[in-house]
């Protein structure tokens, strides 16, 4: 329960089953008492359906997730559960309330409910009802129960003709694939022959990955480590070891000391494809939360990095990391592209440009973006990225490589980019490019290695 009492001083006694409400901003509603029990399915349905609504007025699930800090962790575990779930399924469930509505419902968060509710029904089909009775008992806090028919028939009606609506689904080609269309369209043209791959990979869960700090540990010696705990692991690359499931990171051991990060397979090209020379002065320029940093400084020996960000949040997470690796670096919290505010004019010999991009190839990880983003964010990506490298390009010695990163499976972001990029710039020698597309083992990740020439 959620009402467990704190440790000292001790609380007021409150009602076992009275909690303050408070929606998120824009969601639609306001703070209101709650008869709901912390530790019921109504209770997780009523916070998704919130942090979903603010998703649906524009801000990311992380956010949205957020308001809730105060529950319990098992309670946030199956909120956010039930959210990624809701979200992950773009397209499902909208068409599936296009045909069980008569007409559009006004109300976000009871929209919302419906849409994690249908999900839960899918995902838990053996208890059905308990979850339609868990739904219609948390629409009735919302809009002051007004919803609870509704809720109720919506859902009766959705088991009633489930099979007949599944096939629909199954022919609808964004209820099928659970994408956007503009989204589904861009990948089906990027890549006629694993579009499906792509899209299948997004929809699934992602895999949990470690990056071994060899500083500290060979993979094979740490492997064994969790294999003596439990925990069943198999060698990805270099450095890296694939959990067969997903733990929470407090159970992995010396994690806290640094003994390895989570970082996916993909994301670990970097650095291994950068590979700087030992004693480099190198530029990480967008570099929160500071992955792949720290995997430059693990591999490089007495490498002079320097690590910016725009973000100072964003910014602040790359000391935390380097804290826990014991590392070090440079950090500043800096606008790469506007290098006379930041640069001492002397130059790199190798850069890492993981810009900013449309996270296209890491949706599995953060499905709040199907929702969120739009096909002319993808210009605007492009454009900031093209201006990143200009920027950066000038600051590289002759002879030295900038190593461009994006997790998109885009191509205008990727190979389009420095095919452009290499027009502008004929000096800018292409050494490798890798179009790594999502699947069970690796988030989708573009590299290109650009070496200047001398
Ligand atoms: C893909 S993430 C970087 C991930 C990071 N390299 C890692 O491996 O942990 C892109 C980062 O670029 C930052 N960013 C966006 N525009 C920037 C700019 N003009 N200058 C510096 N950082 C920027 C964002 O704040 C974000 O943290």
């Given at each position: ?193 694993d579009w499906q791959a792509v899209l299948a990979a ?74 700087p020379a030992p004693g480099s002065r190198v530029l ?167 070496q200047k020439s001398a």
């Amino acid at each position: 329960m959620s009402t467990a009492s704190p440790p000292s001083p001790p609380a007021p006694t409150r009602p076992r089953f009275t909690r303050i409400v408070r929606a998120p901003e824009g969601a639609g509603s306001r703070s209101a008492p709650s008869a709901l029990p912390g530790d019921s399915l109504a209770w997780q349905l009523l916070l998704a359906a919130r942090a979903i609504a603010a998703v649906r007025a524009g801000r990311s699930l992380t956010e949205g997730l957020q308001t809730f800090g105060a529950e319990p962790p098992a309670t946030r575990a199956a909120v956010a559960d039930i959210a990624y779930g809701t979200l992950r399924r773009y397209g499902w469930g909208d068409f599936m309330l296009g045909r069980l509505l008569q007409k559009a419902l006004p109300h976000p968060e009871a929209h919302a409910l419906l849409l994690a509710s249908l999900h839960r029904l899918e995902t838990w089909p053996a208890d059905r009802h308990t979850v339609v009775d868990q739904a219609v008992a948390a629409a009735g806090e919302i809009a002051g129960g007004a919803f609870r028919g509704l809720v109720n028939g919506v859902l009766r009606n959705y088991l009633r003709q489930h099979d007949a609506l599944a096939a629909a689904a199954a022919d609808d080609v964004v209820a099928a694939w659970q994408h956007p269309r503009w989204w589904i369209d861009k990948l089906r043209r990027a890549w006629p022959a694993d579009w499906q791959a792509v899209l299948a990979a997004g929809n699934a869960p992602p895999p949990m990955t470690l990056r071994v700090n060899r500083c500290l540990a060979t993979p094979a010696d740490y492997r064994a480590r969790l294999a003596a705990l439990g925990i069943e692991a198999r060698p990805l690359g270099e450095s890296g070891l694939r959990l067969v499931r997903p733990v929470a990171v407090d159970a992995l051991p010396d994690f806290a000391t640094g003994a390895v990060s989570v970082q996916d397979a993909g994301a670990q090209r970097a650095a291994e494809l950068l590979d700087p020379a030992p004693g480099s002065r190198v530029l990480d320029a967008c570099a929160a939360p500071g992955g792949k940093t720290a995997h430059l400084l693990e591999r490089g020996e007495n490498l002079d990095l320097l690590a910016l960000d725009i973000d100072g949040v964003r910014t602040a997470r790359i000391e935390d990391t380097l804290r826990r690796l014991g590392l070090r670096a440079s950090v500043r919290v800096a606008d790469c592209a506007t290098v006379d505010a930041w640069w001492d004019g002397r130059p790199f010999d190798a850069i890492l440009a993981d810009v900013p991009c449309s996270a296209s190839g890491v949706v599995r990880r953060h499905p709040d973006s199907k929702w969120l983003r739009r096909e002319s964010d993808i210009r605007r990506f492009a454009r900031t990225q093209a201006a990143i490298l200009d920027a950066l390009w000038p600051l590289l010695r002759p002879g030295g490589r900038l190593l461009y990163a994006t997790c998109s499976v885009f191509p205008e972001e990727n190979a389009g980019q420095i095919d452009a990029f290499r027009v502008r710039q004929p000096g800018a020698v292409r050494l490798h490019e890798t179009q790594l597309l999502p699947c069970d083992d690796h988030d989708g990740f573009y590299y290109a290695l650009l070496q200047k020439s001398a």
